[in-house]
């Protein structure tokens, strides 16, 4: 009127009662000026929209969009019902009050697990109800049946009327929506939800609040799956933790008959000019079959190991080219007697490079035996060389390829591909899904490229230098040595080879040569030994009493009883035996005075690094992992017999200077200590 400009309000709330109730409604009202022959304003012509329709609508939606961000992460069921209670209390115009029930399992009760607008102990808020209760405060049961969602008058339930909301008026309706479980009748709960006494339940209104029952029921269905899926990945690692300590019992059980296998074998077929052809034949195959036996059973160790976390890896400062030239070389009469070209290049390393010897040697040889194994002609190429700042050795070949449906799957455990051609069809499948462990314990990526039927090329890339790579684990001293380990891959390789049996002990022989190229001295001693297996005692005992006076026992007790009886000079001791093990024996002798000098030699059949270091730290002198060689066997006795041999003169020596002193109360004693020996009591002047 007094401007003469048009202008509006938007959806104004009023109260309008029309339809027989008082009823929530919003208007947009627009005031445009109508003008008179003077051009004066002389009225205003107002024009009034409904927007109810909309405004509702909109608030709604954004209690639904507020729903599904609370709620849909929450992983447990009854949190996400509270949580959606909560949500829906900052909407009471829509919803005065809800309250959420769940089923408890398969039982007819329904728990309160959400409760919007009402008072936690308000008579229409029970914390359980009995579904098939008929006097029950809310009528869930018969909803369960009818699958309801019909409206709830004061006629249907006693908690009606109910004061809640923002209006005066009290709420006389509700209605019951099952929270579906998807492909299921039994849903997983009820929500009851009251309706707004100013609001016309028509189709939106309903709509809204099934809408809201099925974000509840999504929310609810996600925290069972993330709870099925917690109980599962629980079970799996239980599994996981059995299966484990499965593997880790039964190589004890497999390593001590394997080394009463391979011991006499071996020693069988040292000699085969006195053998009957028959005989050896027999007695190679069985050798050959008992060391893939034993390869698969430290593989299996390996890979148990490193899935348990207990693979500690030792990192040195090493020369890599040198390093993988070695291993690579131990690989060269095979392929060449296979007729394939093989060739190692090397490109000189940027950076220092760290790895642990004994795990890269696992990764380099697996790779090349399946290299040679898959490659029937061709060539199969190692090559070392750096690429942004990581040493990448790649094993290619020219061989059978790998399907591309299959490249994803062959690194893990127990894959095979089915129906390649390669030299032979050994194998468990668990090679490279060990290679691909050892190399993250190293921070670095194995990656694989194939076209079938053109070759395969296996490429593992580490990190150059030592930033990536705790420090704990880098020890600083190189003890790198000649490869050791790559004995029972050439062994098994030769075997895929047509002429296998001879030209294997050839190549085997070679490669043992140099361990131990020498037959330890026959020498005098007592060597005590313990073992509860009967076998496995006879058999070292045969083999020590060619050399030494052997005393043999059956448990640790006896062993430690017999050393006090006659003090031996070396006891060599199994690790699990009744009684007393092996490590409370050490204990016993290293806290008795007149034994404690006594050199200890372990024999174990866990062959892992920490069964290592466990026996060192427990102070034993030696520790030999099952199954060890007769030859092995006797030169670490021979060496601590002979190092007890030399403690005993020291002793002697001792003593000797000490009778001097005490006779010659005044003395001046020059003494040369014996030049084999460096006595710590040498004493040149006084
Ligand atoms: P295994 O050799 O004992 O079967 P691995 O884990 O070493 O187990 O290899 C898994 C599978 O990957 C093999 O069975 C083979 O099908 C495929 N594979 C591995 N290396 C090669 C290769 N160089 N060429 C072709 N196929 C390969």
């Not at 005989?279 to 893939?292: E, G, M, P, T, Y």
């Not at 020219?398 to 299959?406: F, L, R």
């Amino acid at each position: 009127m007094n401007s003469g400009e048009a202008t509006w309000s938007s959806d104004q709330s009023l109260v309008l009662t029309r339809k027989g109730f008082t009823e929530e409604t919003y208007l947009t009202w627009s005031y445009s000026p109508t003008l008179v022959e003077t051009g004066s304003v002389g009225g205003v012509f107002t024009a009034v929209i409904e927007t109810t329709e909309r405004v509702l609508g909109e608030r709604r939606l954004s209690t639904l969009r507020a729903l599904s961000e609370q709620v849909g992460e929450a992983k447990d069921s009854h949190v996400a019902c509270a949580a959606a209670a909560a949500t829906l209390s900052q909407n009471a115009a829509d919803v005065p009050f809800a309250l959420v029930y769940l089923l408890e399992g398969d039982s007819d009760r329904a728990i309160l697990v959400g409760n919007a607008g009402l008072l936690p102990d308000a008579s229409g808020a029970p914390a359980v109800i009995a579904v098939n209760d008929l006097d029950a405060t809310w009528p869930l049961g018969t909803a369960l049946i009818h699958e309801a969602d019909g409206v709830i008058t004061t006629e249907g339930s006693r908690a009606l009327p109910i004061t809640a909301g923002p209006w005066p008026e009290c709420c006389d309706r509700a209605v019951i929506l099952p929270i579906a479980r998807a492909g299921q009748t039994r849903p997983y709960g009820m929500l009851i939800a009251g309706i707004s006494p100013r609001l016309e339940f028509n189709h939106s209104y309903r709509s809204f609040l099934s809408l809201v029952a099925s974000h509840i029921a999504s929310a609810v269905a996600n925290a069972h799956a993330y709870g099925e899926e917690r109980r599962r990945a629980e079970a799996l690692a239980e599994i996981d933790r059995t299966k484990t300590t499965f593997f880790s019992n039964v190589s004890h059980e497999f390593r001590t008959p394997l080394t009463l296998i391979l011991g006499p074998l071996s020693d069988a077929r040292r000699s085969p000019e006195t053998l009957p052809p028959e005989v050896r034949d027999h007695l190679d195959v069985a050798h050959r079959n008992s060391l893939r036996l034993l390869k698969l059973v430290n593989t299996l160790l390996d890979f148990t190991r490193l899935e348990a976390g207990r693979a500690h890896a030792r990192f040195e400062r090493v020369d890599l080219c040198a390093l993988t030239t070695d291993l690579a070389s131990t690989f060269r009469s095979t392929m060449e007697k296979a007729g394939l070209a093989f060739s190692v290049q090397c490109e000189p390393m940027s950076g220092p490079t760290y790895v642990d010897p004994e795990m890269w040697e696992k990764i380099v040889l697996n790779l090349i035996s399946n290299a040679f194994k898959f490659t029937l002609q061709g060539d199969v190429t190692v090559s070392v060389s750096v690429e942004d700042a990581r040493a990448v050795i790649a094993v290619e070949d020219t061989g059978t390829g790998i399907p591309e449906d299959q490249l994803p799957h062959i690194f893990e455990r127990f894959h095979r591909v089915q129906g390649t051609t390669g030299r032979s069809h050994e194998g468990s499948g668990i090679g490279l899904a060990l290679v691909q462990e050892l190399v993250k314990l190293h921070g670095g990526e194995l990656t694989a490229t194939s076209e079938l039927g053109r070759g395969s090329r296996f490429a593992v890339s580490i990190p150059l230098g030592s930033a990536h790579l705790s420090p704990a684990h880098i020890v600083s001293e190189s003890s790198v040595a000649v490869p050791s380990g790559a004995t029972p891959y050439v062994e098994e390789a030769l075997r895929w080879l047509p002429a296998a049996a001879t030209t294997a002990d050839d190549a085997i022989a070679s490669l043992s040569s140099g361990v131990t190229a020498h037959e330890p001295p026959v020498g005098v001693g007592r060597v005590l030994l313990a073992d509860d297996n009967a076998d496995m005692r006879d058999y070292a005992r045969r083999l020590m009493a060619e050399r030494w006076d052997v005393q043999a026992v059956t448990n640790g007790r006896e062993a430690l009883d017999a050393a006090r009886a006659q003090r031996p000079d070396v006891i060599v001791t199994d690790v699990m035996m009744p009684e007393l093990d092996g490590f409370g024996l050490l204990r016993e002798i290293r806290a008795d005075p007149e034994l404690n000098s006594v050199p200890v030699i372990m024999l174990s059949a866990r062959a892992g690094e920490e069964a290592r270091l466990e026996g060192l730290a427990a102070t034993a002198d030696d520790y030999v992992v099952k199954p060890f060689s007769a030859r092995d066997l006797l030169a670490r006795v021979d060496a601590q017999v002979v190092k007890a041999r030399l403690r005993a003169v020291e002793l002697h020596h001792a003593r000797r200077v000490a009778n001097l002193f005490s006779n010659a109360p005044v003395a001046i004693a020059v003494l040369r200590g014996r030049d084999t020996c460096s006595s710590p009591m040498r004493i040149t002047s006084l």
